[in-house]
């Protein structure tokens, strides 16, 4: 499983626990310039978060990862969708769950984008999303972008006393952004900014809050601010 998240406290804890481990890998990326011999070094660590069951540092390895091996490689977008189907296929712990169906959807959103030339023509197939991804048109991303948003803010009492700053190893707020008080409002906060700018050009239909601004964005993130991005790039 990625990690368990049961209290504040846990995560609190796992924010510092591997500072020294971090502060090597963040040197090694952006001062070194050595992104594959970071990515071994957070492979190594990986384990270890496991091991001490430390949830925000399991998800930030996995952050990490998908994104130095989408760095380092081409056409990594479906590998990097397969981990996350795995992990959510593996998880138990609905705060998890609903972290990952986040990260899902900014994948499939990065996918299209990067894609967008050989998608933008197909029709909707009959299979829809029983189809593999390489094979979704257009409307199958908006769907399934949208369900995963749907999933990511399935449990709303939950996510509301879970505060933002709870999972700090993954959260940084942008400098201009609205500072959520809880998860509820961050990860609403990431679906109206979907429905503000929907791939392709499907109607905007994500209510009459559409108020957040790309530039104003609250992200989902790593310390490493300009090399990891949580979700990666919009």
């Known amino acids: 499983t990625l990690f368990f998240l049961h209290s504040k406290a846990n995560a609190q804890q796992g924010d510092t626990s591997f500072s020294k481990e971090w502060l090597d890998i963040d040197t090694t990326l952006t001062i070194q310039q050595l ?20 949830g925000a540092q399991q998800l930030k390895c996995m952050i990490y990862q998908l994104t130095l091996e989408t760095a380092l490689q081409e056409s990594i977008e479906i590998p990097a969708i397969n981990r996350v189907k795995k992990e959510l296929k ?69 996510l509301q006393i879970t505060p933002a700053l709870a999972l700090a190893a993954i959260y940084i707020p942008g400098s201009n952004a609205p500072k959520p008080d809880n998860w509820w409002e961050l990860l609403l906060m990431e679906q109206l900014a979907y429905e503000k700018d929907p791939i392709g050009e499907m109607p905007n239909t994500g209510g009459q809050n559409n108020w957040r601004s790309e530039e104003h964005t609250s992200e989902l993130q790593s310390p490493c601010n300009l090399v990891c991005r949580l979700l990666l790039e919009k």
């Open 35 to 54: 992104p594959k011999t970071a990515l071994e070094k957070v492979n190594r660590l990986y384990p270890k978060t496991i091991q001490a069951n430390l």
């Open 90 to 158: 593996n998880q138990k712990d609905s705060l998890t769950r609903m972290l990952l169906q986040a990260i899902l959807a900014k994948q499939y959103k990065q996918y299209y984008n990067q894609n967008q030339w050989k998608i933008s023509g197909r029709t909707p197939n009959a299979g829809g999303l029983q189809q593999p991804v390489t094979l979704w048109s257009m409307s199958d991303f908006h769907r399934a972008i949208r369900l995963a948003y749907r999933e990511a803010l399935s449990k709303p009492n939950l």
